[in-house]
Antibody, heavy 119, light 110 residues
């Protein structure tokens, strides 16, 4: 069974940093491209970043480009999101998702981890 | 960047009724890259439909998707109590590369 478990969320002050992790199991992690998606309280879904299985290709949404960095460690079956220069509007539940390469849909979702940016 | 606009914002229906949800794109979307998700309160989204009309594993056949170009539709033929939720459409675009979501349609019990 595909399982994705996010961790690392919490309360951080504006301008601060946080590193999210996503532990994957139940599938061959290195073979799958991965994404981070977030959802602000009471709002819709926002795609943030993509990383290919080999880490050779990375994309970011404009809203986080230059502030967030996606990475992965295939030996540890883990996905990461380093978030710097956090703003109030970054407050959200952050989800890691696996990706269908053929149809580009978000297959597996974790339960999410809440990041709150507030002074 | 392609913008997806979902309508209506809220759909108030009774169990057993038919629900028709619309997703309109600001420019043409590849049918292969159009998906629909269901989200219930406190839960992660769940994939319903991908490739415009292909039901994901375990999704009942009362859910169907259709469309092409800029207009896509999710239809729930007969609403069951567990279908009352928020539904999002999603597309992948290659220029610039990235994924976008519609703002969601809430299907609520009338």
């Amino acid at each position: 069974e595909v399982q994705l478990v996010e961790s690392g969320g919490g309360l951080v002050q504006p301008g601060g940093s946080l590193r999210l992790s996503c532990a994957a199991s139940g599938f061959t992690f290195s073979s799958y491209n991965m994404n981070w998606v977030r959802q602000a309280p009471g709002k819709g879904l926002e795609w943030l970043s993509y990383i290919s299985g080999s880490s050779s290709t990375i994309y970011y949404a404009d809203s986080v480009k230059g502030r967030f960095t996606i990475s992965r460690d295939n030996a540890k079956n883990s996905l990461y999101l380093q978030m710097n220069s956090l703003r109030d509007e970054d407050t959200a539940v952050y989800y890691c998702t696996s990706l269908s390469s053929a149809y580009k849909f978000l297959m597996g979702w974790g339960q999410g981890t809440l990041v709150t940016v507030s002074s | 960047e392609i913008v997806l606009t979902q309508s209506p914002g809220t759909l108030s229906l009774s169990p057993g009724e038919r629900a028709t949800l619309s997703c309109r794109a600001s420019q043409s979307v590849s049918s292969s890259y159009l998906a629909w998700y269901q989200q219930k309160p406190g839960q992660a989204p769940r994939l319903l439909i991908y490739g415009t009309s292909i039901r994901a594993t375990g999704i009942p056949d009362r859910f169907s998707g259709s469309g092409s170009g800029t207009d896509f539709t999710l239809t729930i033929s007969r609403l069951e109590p567990e279908d009352f939720a928020v539904y999002y459409c999603q597309q992948f675009g290659s220029s610039p590369p990235g994924w976008t979501f519609g703002q969601g349609t809430r299907v609520e019990i009338k």
